[in-house]
C-alpha cells in the first residue's frame, strides 16, 4: 500500500493515524485538513507497515548495543551524540485491550475483563539545572502540606498514582491536574524521549537500556532512575540501570503517611497533624524516625489478622512501615536535590495518559502485531527529539518510485 502514495503523503496518513482516537477518524482527518481520501482500513495497513519498519529499526540497533562490552553500556556513548547534564529514566505501565482475531475462536478470552493487558511505557528525560553544595530547599514545602495536598496523595494511594486508569478514551490527557510540585525547585526539561511496547518487562528492560544509550544517557555524569516503587520496576533498574541512583518518587512515598495518619486517627485534624509532621521527616531524609513511630504505633494498635481488610488500620500501618523500609535507601531527599535530581513522575504519568489516550478503550482490540506496532509509532511520535522526522526524510530520499508486494502483516483492528 506504501508505493501506491507519496512518502510525503504516506507520513500524513501515519501521523493522523497514530495521533487521533481511531483509523476511522484519521480517515476523516484526512479529508477535511489535507483533502486526501484514505479509507480507515489503509490507514491501518500503512502505520501496521511503518510501525514494523521501526520494530526493526529498534531490533538492529538493541542487538548492536548488547555486543557492547559492558564498560560502553556504563560510560559509553554514540560518536555523535552530547550526553545531557541530567540523564533521567522513567519507566511504568499503561493499559489496553488485546485480541488476536487470527486466532480460533476458542483461544480468543470470551469472559468480561480477560483482554485487558499492560503496556510497557518508558520515558528518557534529558534535564539541565545546576548542583548545590547544601540543600536548596531544606523546608517542607507548603505545596506537600496537608491541606494542599492530601486530595492527590488519597487518589494516588487509590489507584497506584495511574490518574490514566481514572479517564476513558475520549478524556484529554491535559484532563488530570498537574503535578502539585511543579513549582518545586528542580532540574529543566530539556526534551523527552518515549518508548512504548506491549513486550513483557524482561523483554521492555534491553529495548529501553538501548534507547538510553543511544540518547547518550550512559555517559552522563548525573543518572537518575525514578519510580514508584513497583517491585517489577525496581528489578528493571537493577538490571540495566544500576550505574543510575535510584530514587523513589516522593508522591508515592507521602502517600503512605497519608494513610497512615488517617488510620491512626478518625479526626481530620489530628491526621492532619500528623502527616505534616511525617511529610516534613521524609522530606528532610529522616525516614527512620518515620519508620520508628510506625512501629510503635503498630505495638499500640496490635498485629492485623491474617486475612485483613485493606482499610483496617492496623494493615494501614503494618503496610506503611513495611513500604518504607523496603525504600528507604531511596529516599534520600536531600542528597537528590543537592544533585538537582527530579523528585516525582508526574511527567511519566502525563506520557503514559497520552499513550493510552490512543490505544486505550472498552471498544478497541489490538492483535499482537498491530498493538506493538501502534505502541512503537505513538512513543516515537511524543518524543521531542521527532525520530519519526528522521525516517521520513530517509524514506523520502531513498523511494523508488515503483510499487513494492509484500505479504500482509497481521495488524491492528482499531
Known amino acids: 500500500m506504501e508505493d501506491t502514495v507519496s512518502p510525503r503523503v504516506l507520513a500524513k496518513i ?8 481511531s483509523f476511522v477518524e484519521a480517515s476523516h482527518h484526512l479529508a477535511q485538513l489535507a483533502n486526501v481520501k484514505i479509507s480507515s482500513e489503509r490507514v491501518r495497513r500503512a502505520c501496521g507497515r511503518v510501525g514494523l519498519d521501526r520494530i526493526e529499526h529498534h531490533r ?6 548488547q555486543k557492547k562490552l559492558l564498560p560502553e553500556h556504563v560510560c559509553g556513548k554514540p560518536a555523535d551524540v552530547e550526553p545531557p547534564e541530567i540523564a533521567c529514566v522513567m519507566a511504568d505501565g499503561g493499559r489496553y485491550q488485546h485480541l488476536d482475531r ?10 468480561k475483563g480477560e483482554h485487558w493487558k499492560e503496556s510497557r511505557i518508558g520515558l528518557l528525560a534529558s534535564m539541565s539545572g545546576p548542583q548545590y553544595e547544601i540543600d536548596p530547599q531544606p523546608e517542607l514545602p507548603p505545596e506537600l502540606r496537608y491541606q494542599a495536598i492530601a486530595e492527590t496523595l488519597s487518589e494516588i494511594g487509590k489507584t497506584g498514582s495511574k490518574c490514566e486508569s481514572l479517564q476513558d478514551e475520549n478524556t484529554s490527557p491535559d484532563t488530570c491536574s498537574a503535578s502539585p510540585c511543579d513549582g518545586l525547585a528542580g532540574p529543566d526539561l530539556e526534551y523527552r524521549s518515549v518508548v512504548a511496547s506491549r513486550q513483557n518487562w524482561e523483554s521492555f528492560g534491553p529495548l529501553l537500556a538501548s534507547q538510553a544509550w543511544y540518547h547518550g544517557f550512559a555517559a552522563a555524569t548525573r543518572k537518575v532512575f525514578l519510580s514508584d516503587g513497583s517491585a517489577t520496576i525496581e528489578k528493571l533498574q537493577r538490571t540495566y540501570f544500576s550505574h543510575y541512583t535510584s530514587v523513589l518518587d516522593l508522591l508515592h512515598g507521602l502517600s503512605y503517611s497519608l494513610a497512615a495518619a488517617r488510620a491512626i486517627s478518625s479526626d481530620e485534624a489530628a491526621a492532619e497533624k500528623q502527616y505534616d509532621a511525617w511529610a516534613e521527616k521524609i522530606w528532610q531524609g529522616r525516614v527512620e524516625d518515620v519508620i520508628d513511630e510506625l512501629i510503635a504505633y503498630g505495638t499500640k494498635f496490635g498485629a492485623p489478622p491474617p486475612e485483613p481488610r485493606s482499610d483496617d488500620p492496623r494493615e494501614l500501618i503494618r503496610v506503611s512501615r513495611v513500604f518504607y523500609e523496603n525504600h528507604a535507601e531511596r529516599m534520600n531527599y536531600p542528597a537528590y536535590r543537592r544533585q538537582g535530581f527530579p523528585l516525582t513522575s508526574s511527567l511519566m504519568e502525563s506520557t503514559v495518559k497520552q499513550v493510552s489516550r490512543r490505544v ?8 499482537s502485531a498491530g498493538g506493538e506496532a501502534i505502541l512503537r509509532l505513538r512513543g516515537e511520535y511524543l518524543s521531542d527529539d521527532q525520530p519519526m522526522a528522521n525516517y521520513w526524510t530517509f524514506r523520502s530520499r531513498h523511494a523508488s ?4 508486494y509484500r505479504q500482509k502483516a497481521d495488524c491492528v483492528h482499531n
Open 401 to 404: 518510485g515503483t510499487r513494492g
Open 60 to 65: 538492529r540497533l538493541q542487538d548492536a548495543y
Open 360 to 367: 486505550k478503550g472498552t471498544e478497541k482490540f489490538w492483535s
Open 102 to 111: 487470527s486466532l480460533p475462536s476458542g483461544k480468543q478470552s470470551a469472559r
Open 14 to 21: 501515519v501521523y493522523s493515524g497514530v495521533s487521533v482516537a
